[in-house]
């Protein structure tokens, strides 16, 4: 792994990525542990947690395959524990759990809404807060959210979903204050539409809603960056490996869009 640009400036860190297992989650953990992290990786999934993890051991560092719930407490608290004994305490954790619905509030089901609360917004509190008396006594730490475009901008159908968007970013501004003078940076990371398990489940959707092609659905979500393009999980890794170096120790707070220009520029069609 000495061939990573950063290798060695995460030596002996300790991370957690949440949602771990595929798309965005496997390419931030694959790269912190290349710039030298130990890294626990969750999911429910087992599987496929375990071959991220193997990935991680196969290139010569430290994996953890983690089997977890983030709208479980019982489960964070096990998660947490786990990677404590195993790894160390996780001073860098990434919050990258998360799920995508969408519906028109007219007739939206509340149970559409809870989850989408639970997974995306609750999720993250429950983690960090576990994480937190290992940051506060160590007296450094990093917490990067998985964000969304949604978290600074409002579409059509997905209230749920961009309520929880938003809400995790209050989140991350709220302790990125409390925790200014602590050694802790907290912040959040934006990413548009990612070429994604989770962006197949909106293609899917858009297919079952309004009886377009599969590649028509995706042309969809391409146009709506300005790029005309999806975004690649591992252009969002080596931001979130910056975030949890020392040398983004004066990054706080901030929301930083990876998003093809769609939050700040206007579309041209």
Known sequence: MSGHPRAGSLRGRVALVTGGGRGIGRAIALDLAAAGASVAVSARSGAEVAAVAAEIEASGGRGLALVADVTEPGSVAAMVAAATAELGPPLILVNNAGAAASHKLLDHPDALWDRMLDVNLTGPYRVTKACAPAMLAAGWGRVITIGSVASITGARYIAAYTAAKHGV?????????????????????????????????????????????????????????????????????????????????????????????????????
């Open 169 to 269: 970013l209050g989140l991350t501004r709220a302790l990125a204050a409390e925790w200014a003078q602590q050694g802790i940076t907290v912040n959040l990371v934006a990413p548009g539409y990612v070429d994604t398990a989770l962006t197949d489940g909106s293609v899917a959707n858009i297919v079952s809603r309004t009886g377009r092609s599969a590649d028509e659905a995706r042309e969809l979500l391409a146009a709506m960056s300005p790029q005309r393009r999806l975004i690649a999980p591992d252009e969002i890794a080596p931001l979130v490996t910056l975030l949890a170096s020392d040398a983004a120790a004066s990054i706080t707070g901030a929301v930083l869009p990876i998003d093809a220009g769609a939050s700040a520029i206007a579309s041209t069609g």
